[in-house]
């Protein structure tokens, strides 16, 4: 009889998430095991009870994943468990935590698609501020729009000092050219929507980023995003299905601004989480899945 396929599911928290539990189960895994507690120097011994224990054929229906709260060290402990794999002993480790990894992929794929489809413009170049951007998902996708050669800034509604500790973390870990802004005021959000292209909206599920007026001052915007499916909206004039849809706060302009809302980003976050899951489940070879991987198949599956 064949072995079941058994997900183990490690948090540095007190308790692993129902939805990536439910994904997972409807991924086609036939058990997710969950484990509270489990850190940076757990991992290691961790990932090797679950390789040794059913042979190399077992280890293949086998697969680790990571969840949490922080991004980077979710990151860190895939190396880690990446590490401690002895072939043929290994297995897929997917790191999501918070789904922080496809949520940001899922972000900047379709906005790669709105800048491509309406402006036949890509992310190099362009100017992209995040707001609430120093979250889980705010720092994945700082990182990646970086990454695709945007000039990223990083704002906080807690305070410019917040920004800065968040920004000096990624050009510390990813030699990355992040900038930390001030968002605190009516008068600092103005001068940051000058010269913005990309506006992020990563604050926590029920805060107003930005009002409509204020999205308005925002002359040379393409496309704003936001992440909030909890009313208040975190960019008040953007619906949570609109998918590239115009905003009516640039209507007057030859080629409109346009918004995505945070059920069209989470479409695709879902498909994309789904994939890679299932991927785990079926490969023949071990996969090792990052926020870069995460990014790679959600520009796949978006449609």
Request: proline content about 6%; glycine content about 8%.
């Amino acid at each position: 009889m064949d072995k079941p396929y058994l997900l183990h599911f490690a948090t540095p928290g007190p308790r692993v998430s129902p939805f990536d539990v439910n994904m997972a189960y409807d991924a086609g895994w036939d058990a997710v095991i969950p484990y509270a507690g489990v850190g940076l120097d757990d991992i290691a011994g961790f990932t090797q009870d679950a390789i040794f224990s059913r042979g190399p054929r077992g280890a293949r229906r086998t697969g680790l994943f990571i969840g949490g709260r922080d991004a980077l060290l979710a990151t860190d402990m895939l190396e880690a468990a990446r590490g401690a794999m002895v072939p043929p002993f290994e297995v897929s480790v997917f790191a999501d935590p918070s789904g922080a990894y496809t949520t940001a992929a899922a972000m900047l794929a379709k906005v790669e698609q709105a800048l491509a489809a309406r402006f036949a413009q890509d992310m190099n170049g362009r100017s992209v501020l995040l707001l609430g951007g120093t979250g889980p998902v705010g720092l994945v996708a700082a990182t990646l729009a970086a990454q695709a050669g945007a000039q990223v800034r990083i704002a906080s509604h807690h305070g410019a000092a917040q920004a800065g500790k968040a920004a000096a973390l990624l050009r510390q870990r990813f030699a990355l050219d992040v900038e930390a802004v001030d968002s605190g005021s009516a008068e600092a959000r103005r001068r940051q929507l000058e010269d913005v292209e990309v506006v992020l909206a990563v604050a926590k599920a029920g805060v107003q980023v930005l009002s409509a007026a204020e999205l308005a001052q925002a002359p040379r915007l393409r496309v704003a995003a936001d992440l909030n499916a909890v009313p208040p909206a975190g960019l008040e004039p953007v619906g949570v299905m609109d998918d590239a849809k115009p905003l009516a706060t640039h209507a007057e302009r030859e080629a409109p601004a346009v918004g995505i809302g945070a059920l069209a980003i989470g479409n695709l976050k879902y498909k994309t989480q789904q994939v890679l899951l299932q991927r785990m489940r079926e490969t023949e070879t071990p996969v090792y899945l990052d926020f870069a991987e995460c990014l790679a198949e959600a520009r796949r599956q978006r449609t």
